[in-house]
């Protein structure tokens, strides 16, 4: 009899309680295997790892700026962007990683560099939002670019360790690109207030503009 009931599980009939050819002990032993309770850790772990192999991967292609990731722009109407913001910041970049920022101040004067658009259409110096001199004599002049109803303009800085004498590594953004941060290793070294609006995109000119001078060019 047993074995007649043993073929049966193995058959794949599972008998009612109160059958003759239930057997308590097979239907629970079936009762397991039915369930597949391995294939389904095995399938819940696998997905598990997937998603944190996905995470890691998501982190990893995050381009990170010191503590901070870069940002996307274009998200809502409010950060409308065609590229030049991170374009700003990238020339920033460019101009102060590898070097100490000797002194930041507000404003300064723009030297006339005879040739350049700007003494050509303005025929006279203008005035920077902030002015960072660098250790190789270098003054790099960060300038706004406005246009109708379209702007850009570095409104102030903070100082945020207690002294500037770091090697700048890196630059990065929050809010929007409205904190710029001038970074050495995972600090900050400076903290740029900037306000932008493409204003009726992307008919104006707006922005930030990063030139860089030379000692000669400024006598």
Known sequence: MMRLRRGLYRLGF???????????????????????FVNTFKSAFETTYEEIIMTDNNIQDSTMHGPY??????????????????EAVQALRDSVVGHKIVKAEKGGTIPKKEGSWRYDLLRGP??????????????????????????????????????????ITD????????????????????ELDVSWSPGNAFYYAYGINVEVFELEEEK
């Not at 990731?69 to 991170?86: F, I, Q, R, V």
């Not at 630059?171 to 400076?190: F, N, P, Q, R």
């Open 69 to 86: 990731s870069e940002e996307e722009l274009n998200k809502t109407y409010s950060d409308e962007d065609n590229g030049t913001m991170p």
């Open 171 to 190: 630059v990065g953004t929050t809010e929007s690109y409205t904190k710029w941060h001038i970074l050495a290793g995972m600090d900050d070294v400076l």
């Open 126 to 167: 203008t005035n920077a939002d902030v002015t960072l001199t660098l250790d190789n004599g270098k003054r790099v002049m960060l300038v706004s670019v406005s246009d109708c109803c379209a702007y850009g303009s570095v409104d102030d800085f903070i100082q945020k360790l207690p002294t500037l004498d770091h090697i």
């Open 14 to 36: 599972r008998p009612r309680l109160g059958s003759i050819w239930h057997s308590p002990s097979l239907h629970m032993i079936y009762a397991f295997k039915d369930a597949d």
